[in-house]
C-alpha cells in the first residue's frame, strides 16, 4: 500500500543526517508483517537465493530499462557509484560506519549502505538518478511491525528528471504492486 511521504519523514531514522539532499520519491508498507526483531530476516529475503527475477510484465518493463540504459549509455560504469558520484557510505557518521552494511545484494547495480536494527539502506547510480532504498521496520498501530520501503532520489540533471516523471505512472501502477506482492508471497516462505 502506498504511503503518505511523512510517513518517512516524520520518523527518526538515521538516513535523514546523511541522504537530506534526496528527494523522497515513494513510500510503500510492504506485506511483512513480524516481531520487533525481523527486519534482518527480511533483508537477508531480499538477498538470499531463491528470490525470484521479475518476470511478466515487470520483467519486460525492466528489460526494456536496460535496453534503454545500453542505447543512451545510462548504466555505463562511468555513470555509476564511485565516479559519477560518491556514494552515501562515504557520509556516514563513524558509528554507523563500523556497523553492519547489510547483504550484497543480488542485483549487481545495488549494493548495502547500513544497516541497523530497524533501518536498512541500498544505493544505486547510473545515468538518470542517485536513488536510495531504505527500508524501516516500523511499529503499527496494530501492534505489529511491518516494512516501509521509500525510495529516494537525487535525479541528474533534466534528464535525470523527465526519466522519473516518464517511469513514475509505470512504477507505481505495476512496478511497485507486484514486487508488493512477490515480498509478500517471499516473506510468508521465510
Given at each position: 500500500?502506498?504511503?503518505a511521504?511523512?510517513?518517512?519523514t ?16 515513494d513510500?510503500w ?9 525481523d ?12 528470490a525470484?527475477?521479475p ?11 536496460r535496453?534503454?540504459g ?5 548504466d ?13 557510505r ?5 558509528d554507523l560506519?563500523?556497523g ?20 536498512w539502506?541500498?544505493?544505486t547510480a ?10 524501516g521496520?516500523?511499529r ?13 532520489v537525487?535525479?541528474?540533471g533534466?534528464?535525470?528528471r ?5 517511469i ?6 505495476i512496478?511497485?504492486p507486484?514486487m ?11
Amino acid at each position: 500500500m502506498r504511503l503518505a511521504s511523512s510517513q518517512y519523514t516524520s520518523r527518526p531514522w538515521r538516513l535523514h543526517e546523511i541522504a537530506a539532499d534526496f528527494e523522497v520519491e515513494d513510500v510503500w508498507q510492504l506485506p511483512t508483517p513480524g516481531g520487533p526483531d525481523d527486519l534482518d530476516r527480511l533483508v537477508r529475503g531480499f538477498a538470499g537465493s531463491g528470490a525470484p527475477a521479475p518476470s511478466g510484465l515487470v520483467g519486460l518493463l525492466m528489460a526494456a530499462r536496460r535496453t534503454l540504459g545500453a542505447w543512451f549509455g545510462w548504466d555505463a560504469p562511468e555513470k555509476g557509484l564511485g565516479t559519477r558520484v560518491r556514494s552515501v557510505r562515504e557520509r556516514l557518521p563513524d558509528d554507523l560506519a563500523a556497523g553492519p552494511r547489510g547483504p550484497q545484494l543480488p542485483v549487481p547495480a545495488f549494493r548495502s549502505v547500513f544497516q541497523t536494527h530497524d533501518e536498512w539502506v541500498a544505493e544505486t547510480a547510473n545515468g538518470t538518478v542517485h536513488a536510495l532504498v531504505h527500508v524501516g521496520w516500523v511499529r503499527c498501530d496494530d501492534g505489529v511491525h511491518r516494512a516501509q520501503a521509500t525510495v529516494l532520489v537525487r535525479p541528474n540533471g533534466r534528464t535525470g528528471r523527465l526519466y522519473m516523471a516518464f517511469i513514475t505512472p509505470f512504477r507505481r501502477a505495476i512496478v511497485y504492486p507486484r514486487m508488493l506482492r512477490a515480498i509478500g508471497r517471499r516473506w510468508q516462505s521465510l
